[in-house]
């Protein structure tokens, strides 16, 4: 720092950063926004599993909620961008609503405490909360990147386009490191019980207190703008006026160049063109939402995708895997790449990123696709039928015969396990089976997903076997976080007790079945089992793998396999998470600027609500498709896909005619609007007799 100085600008009293264009106020502003999206983040990176493992939800309506709360935090930067603009200010917005945001983390945190009431009051307590981080997170959002490129000059546009790129980077540093932190917190520190989600998502909050009081120490340093009056309702009166004006008058007078034209009677010439600026730009993002619909699948889909498949690798480098792929993306686009594409002459402008942006987000489709339909799935029974196993725990072959069924007509061998779906007809919906007097029947209860029986010794119909098992329910499916199913049978006359990691298994005697648990993913060398009469003993189990269902007979300990463990390794998902990055680098980062840079003075905050409006159509599209379509999920992506390339042609056509708006232009409207002021003495006369 001995040949760093800062100094004071002629314009006012923010400082430069070591002798460059770069004001020390961005600093603050840097911090803040790194702070505040560890503390997005961080509680985001945890929703899904809360709301599925905590909550008890499944998993289409964790999908569901998930995306309604990532809309509502791209709706209320309208809110924010139009108390900005119109009342308060940048800076004073942001410091208001971030304490709406604390409020929201602490009532998010309260409602994760399992002693604070029952299941509703958590609900409560957790939607409220949500509610209440959405505005404040939605809220500040379109004004600290405005407020951030406020502090630059208008003449030192390559260094605002470098601090949004730093901007983004702060963006995902905060979120890689929460994604490693809250994890950790949540999964290995245990509180009340279990899983500590209340300190997972205290420690967010902690955060947000940290980002509101670096922002406002670096207070005196700020270049404020003041607010512009209500901007926003007088850009919809000026729109309302000019289509009012055109249908009363069109067939009357000669046409005008532009229907905004047809408001100059009443509005400023500079306000009419800084209108036509913006709604050029808003109806150029009309696609965009369609990028976003894909990218935010990342905390949700491609989430329950990830709990299908062989986790071998570390889950936390998983969840930093997208932040991280930003932070090493950015600087090899703006340092690397850029440059070598512009030594072969090839002009880069904003909208030919975001074109080869949304381009590989349609690439993208490829990945999850293959993925999915190549992982191990579990089919259910049809409607009207029941899974039927039988498990052989007799030591010779077994006879199984059905009257009036064709099936299991060969014997079944010692720890066999053949699978059936019976019968061929039958009631709507999920049926309980029963064995009496050597007949199946269905009983109406629509209560089973499948049936187990086991059989210990040659058995001839009409008798009931002795040994004979059945269970109304089972589990069939992959366990919601990835771990495997574990169960035991007891073929002894005393109850007994297995201790599998820390989870403790109790079975009945005489063919008891135990509960069917998760467990951590591992080799166990030594389970302990102990009978009712104090005797214990110890047993190996070898490796319990991810997404498998595991059925153990004691005392033998032989192990028989209900579900394949998830046979695809997780590591194929990185393809696209590498495809949607460099997407998100050349389309999201861009966007932030081309927002900033194509907006009039008075409206950067609006015209950055409207592209993050973009992220929360995007939602709402994954929402009314998880909920409504009912597609398969491999379907589902390419439906998917298919609209993300469709919307990569309809955008380039879009772009290659859009014209970019220089300061220039903006600061001959300025010209031409104070000349016009001077001549008429300052004062316009309205119909209604105000002065403007």
């Known amino acids: 720092l001995g040949h760093c100085s800062f100094y004071f600008s002629c314009r006012g009293s923010w400082s430069k950063l070591c002798g460059t264009n770069y004001p020390v106020s961005i600093g603050f502003i840097v911090v803040n926004e790194f702070c505040e999206r560890f503390s997005y983040y961080g509680m985001k990176a945890l929703l899904t599993l809360y709301f599925v493992s905590y909550l008890h939800w499944d998993k289409d309506l964790s999908t569901a909620i998930y995306h309604a709360f990532s809309s509502l935090c791209y709706f209320t930067p309208i809110l924010g961008a139009l108390i900005a603009d119109s009342w308060l200010g940048k800076f004073k917005t942001i410091i208001y609503l971030s304490i709406v945001y604390v409020i929201g983390h602490v009532v998010k945190s309260v409602g994760a405490i399992p002693t604070v009431g029952n299941t509703e009051v958590h609900i409560a307590l957790s939607m409220v909360g949500l509610i209440l981080i959405a505005l404040g997170t939605g809220g500040i959002k379109p004004c600290v990147a405005a407020f951030g490129g406020d502090q630059f000059e208008e003449e030192h546009v390559s260094e605002r386009q470098k601090f949004f790129s730093i901007f983004y980077m702060s963006i995902n540093a905060g979120s890689l490191l929460s994604t ?84 100059e009677d009443k509005y400023p010439k500079r306000l009419i063109q800084e209108i036509k600026m913006v709604l050029r730009v808003l109806i150029l993002y009309i696609p965009l939402p369609m990028f976003w619909a894909l990218f935010d699948q990342q905390g949700s889909r491609w989430t329950l995708q990830s709990t299908r498949m062989n986790m071998a690798l570390v889950r936390l480098f998983w969840l930093m895997l997208n932040p991280l792929l930003i932070l090493i993306f950015v600087p090899i686009f703006d340092l690397v790449i850029y440059p070598l594409v512009g030594l072969c002459r090839i002009k880069i402008t904003p909208l030919r990123k975001m074109r080869v942006g949304l381009t590989c987000a349609a690439v993208l489709f490829g990945p999850p696709v293959w993925v999915w339909v190549w992982v191990t799935v579990v089919d259910p029974a049809p409607a009207g039928k029941c899974l039927l196993q039988v498990y052989n725990l007799a030591e010779e072959p077994v006879t199984v015969k059905i009257p009036n069924s064709d099936l299991f007509q060969q014997p079944i061998q010692h720890l066999q396990v053949p699978t059936h779906t019976w019968p061929e007809g039958g009631t709507e919906g999920r049926v309980s089976c029963s064995l009496r007097n050597g007949a199946w029947r269905e009983d109406g209860e629509k209560t089973a997903s499948g049936v187990r029986v086991f059989w210990t010794s040659e058995t001839r119909f009409p008798a009931e076997p002795p040994g004979f098992t059945l269970e109304e329910t089972d589990n069939i499916h992959k366990s919601d976080d990835g771990n495997p199913f574990v169960r035991f049978v007891n073929t002894q006359p005393e109850a007994l007790e297995v201790t599998l990691g820390d989870t403790l298994f109790a079975v009945d005697p005489g063919y008891g079945v135990s509960a069917n648990r998760t467990v951590d993913r591992g080799r166990y060398s030594s389970v ?28 033998q300990a032989q192990g028989l396999l209900d579900v394949e463990p998830n046979n695809v390794h997780i590591a194929w998902q990185i ?23 194509q907006a009039p003075a008075n409206m950067k905050s609006v015209l950055q609500a409207g592209w993050l409006l973009t992220v929360a159509f995007g939602n709402v599209i994954v929402l009314i498709v998880a909920e409504g379509a009912g597609l398969e999920q491999w379907k589902e992506f390419v439906l998917f896909a298919g609209l993300v390339l469709a919307v990569a042609i309809i955008f380039s056509i879009m772009a290659h005619f859009y014209t970019y708006v220089t300061p220039e232009q903006l600061e001959e409207l300025q010209q031409d609007d104070d000349s016009g002021k001077k001549k008429g003495g300052g004062v316009r006369k309205t119909k209604g007799g105000k002065s403007t």
């Not at 999964?187 to 940290?210: E, T």
């Not at 393809?575 to 840079?597: D, K, R």
């Open 180 to 263: 490693i932190i809250t994890p950790i917190l949540r999964g290995d520190v245990q509180c009340f019980g279990g899983d500590c989600y209340a300190l997972a998502f205290g420690v967010p909050a902690i955060l947000m207190v940290v980002a509101l009081v670096v922002f406002i120490a670096g207070s005196g340093l700020y270049k404020k703008n003041p607010p512009q009056g209500n901007i926003l309702v007088e850009v919809c009166s000026c729109i309302g006026f000019a289509i009012r004006n055109r249908l009363r008058r069109w067939k009357y007078e000669a046409p005008r160049a532009h229907w905004l034209d047809w408001a």
């Open 528 to 555: 302990s089992c102990c009978s009712a009469s104090g005797g214990c003993s110890n047993f190996t189990l070898g490796l319990l793998d991810f997404g498998a269902s595991y059925t153990f007979v004691l005392t």
């Open 575 to 597: 393809p696209q998470y590498v495809l949607i990055t460099m997407g998100e680098v050349m389309f999201s980062v861009t966007g932030l600027e081309f927002s900033y840079s």
